[in-house]
């Protein structure tokens, strides 16, 4: 008897069970949760274009989702791309992408043997939307720039990552990117600084800090320093990665 109610009240609730289909969703909703998604993972993203049957009404709002899509947890499908995400990449690239921007831009200005200086314009593209990888290899190439006020630009862009306390975890994800997916050999392109950043002698800052700016994690970059210095420091750094002579 227990066992006849039990499956009457569950055919019952069975029977009220709507189901919902992203299908259902106003249009300005689904625009939204596109947005969200493609913000999130290229792979979610087109797996809820591939489900969606409405995301074809949206081909005037298309190129906003593409500009967003997000690769950060996908890398391998921007930097080694089959076939079928070359298609998906180029038209990334076409609406503005900032993680296509910089990828491109990334691997045309480091070209080994011809460095191509398109993509510097490509990497400060990316830079300025707020990409933050984008800011710190564009950051640190201008700063490598005898040019005032191309260093000067430089720095607003390392110094947005200093003042996020994100330098060593941004450099770090550079590190990965050139040794996993890149064969980095220096091509003539970025050309060494010839002179320090900070111009102070002696340096105060960096007289306190010397033989020990050994930093652990980013909340050991402390702010209180001699900025330039630590651009200095920076640099050195930069042009190891990037094997610039």
């Not at 950051?139 to 330098?167: D, P, T, W, Y």
Request: proline share 2%; net charge neutral; charged share 30%.
């Amino acid at each position: 008897m227990a066992s006849t109610m039990r499956s009457e009240i569950e055919r019952s609730e069975s029977n009220n069970t709507m189901e919902v289909s992203i299908e259902m969703l106003p249009e300005s909703l689904l625009l939204e949760v596109l947005a969200k998604v493609a913000s999130e993972s290229v792979v979610d993203f087109n797996n809820v274009k591939v489900c969606s049957q409405k995301f074809c009404n949206f081909t005037t709002k298309e190129n906003d989702l593409l500009k967003i899509v997000s690769f950060e947890d996908y890398p391998k499908i921007l930097w080694e791309p089959t076939k079928h995400a070359l298609a998906i990449i180029k038209r990334c690239e076409e609406s503005g992408n900032p993680d296509v921007l910089f990828s491109k831009g990334l691997r045309e200005y480091f070209n080994y043997p011809n460095g191509n200086i398109g993509g510097l314009e490509k990497l400060k593209i990316a830079a300025e939307s707020g990409h933050k990888l984008a800011k710190y290899v564009y950051g640190l190439i201008m700063l490598s720039s005898e040019n005032n006020e191309s260093m000067q630009e430089g720095i607003e862009h390392i110094r947005f990552l200093k003042m996020a306390k994100c330098v060593m975890h941004t450099r770090n994800k550079i590190d990965e990117i050139t040794k996993k997916y890149l064969f980095i050999y220096y091509n003539g392109m970025l050309v060494r600084r010839q002179t320090r950043v900070c111009k102070s002698k002696p340096c105060k800052g960096w007289g306190l800090r010397r033989g020990k700016w050994i930093m652990m994690n980013d909340e050991d970059d402390d702010l209180s320093y001699c900025e330039y210095c630590r651009w200095d420091h920076e640099l050195e750094i930069f042009y190891q990665i990037f094997r610039v002579r």
